[in-house]
């Protein structure tokens, strides 16, 4: 079956001809001209939103479509400011096309993020470095556990990048559920966007161990992103906020971001739940 794209867009000019296109390119679109009708069709594979819309900003669309469904949103606009590219990847969209573009870059683009949503979707197994390898490689469970970072440190290495202030609390441990994509920190649910919860996955796969800029990048959004790099921080900024400790993910300066770990003599400190 092929993908399936909803299309948001109002000017007829712009719409016709990159519906033909995709079609070309054997998608099927379903076009519609506001903010208000894309929310009430179905979504299908892949949704390509328009900002200037004439009822409502895409803003808003892109934040209702998330409140309701993880489908890839690729926004397409002729706002290319940085400020609306990183708010609308903040708010959830998977990638920004700024216009004008080629039909073949975007067909290109959408099976790119059609592809890593039927890889998660695919995957049951959970991110399982929180476990030694020994251990997951023979049979993972749905979900793991990490306990918090140290309470008891003074103050964090030099190489740590942290302006938030820590809790006075000791945080309960990490849990993250690549199976159901919950997440839990003790007995509470944490929300995250698609993006912000992949991000966490990827650096649950190996908690201490520190993950490139271009790592996440390839591997959280794509390998031919070429949005602004700063959206990476906002979404670890979103993270630090939402996890209720900063200091679950550390910024090696000039390196990358790693999620902590607790450790003492005898290690890390994880255990399966």
């Known amino acids: 079956m092929g993908i399936q794209v909803l299309l948001i867009e109002d000017d007829e000019t712009?719409?016709?001809?990159?519906?033909?296109?995709?079609?070309?390119f054997g998608l099927t679109v379903d076009h519609v001209t506001t903010g208000a009708e894309g929310l009430r069709r179905p979504y299908g594979d892949?949704?390509?939103?328009?900002?200037?819309?004439p009822d409502m900003d895409g803003i808003d669309v892109c934040r209702g479509i998330r409140q309701?469904?993880?489908?890839?949103?690729?926004?397409?606009?002729?706002?290319?400011?940085?400020?609306?590219r990183v708010l609308g990847l903040e708010l959830g969209a998977d990638d920004y096309l700024a216009k004008p573009f080629s039909v073949r870059e975007l067909v290109a683009r959408v099976r790119a993020v059609t592809?890593?949503?039927?890889?998660?979707?695919?995957?049951?197994?959970?991110?399982?470095a929180a476990l030694p390898r020994s251990s997951y490689e023979t049979g993972p469970s749905p979900s793991y556990e990490i306990a918090p970072p140290p309470a008891q440190e003074a103050?964090?290495?030099?190489?740590?990048?942290?302006?938030?202030?820590?809790?006075?609390?000791?945080?309960?441990p990490l849990v993250v559920d690549r199976r159901t994509r919950q997440v839990w920190v003790g007995e509470m649910p944490v929300a995250l966007t698609p993006k912000e919860f992949e991000l966490l996955a990827l650096l649950a796969e190996d908690p201490g161990a520190v993950y490139s800029r271009q790592q996440i990048l390839d591997?959280?959004?794509?390998?031919?992103?070429?949005?602004?790099?700063?959206?990476?921080?906002?979404?670890?900024?979103?993270?630090?906020?939402?996890?209720?400790?900063?200091?679950?993910?550390?910024?090696?300066?000039?390196?990358?971001?790693?999620l902590a770990v607790q450790t003492e003599p005898g290690g890390q400190q994880v255990s399966s739940p």
């Open 115 to 128: 592809r890593r949503t039927q890889r998660t979707e695919a995957v049951a197994e959970p991110a399982a």
């Open 46 to 53: 892949v949704v390509l939103l328009d900002l200037g819309l």
């Open 14 to 24: 712009i719409a016709e001809p990159l519906a033909e296109g995709l079609g070309n």
């Open 155 to 172: 103050a964090p290495p030099a190489s740590y990048d942290e302006t938030v202030a820590r809790p006075a609390y000791a945080p309960g």
């Open 219 to 258: 591997r959280v959004w794509d390998p031919h992103y070429e949005g602004p790099t700063k959206t990476l921080d906002v979404h670890v900024a979103s993270l630090r906020r939402k996890l209720g400790d900063p200091a679950w993910i550390q910024t090696l300066r000039g390196v990358g971001f790693r």
């Open 68 to 84: 309701v469904s993880d489908v890839p949103v690729i926004i397409l606009s002729a706002r290319g400011e940085e400020a609306d």
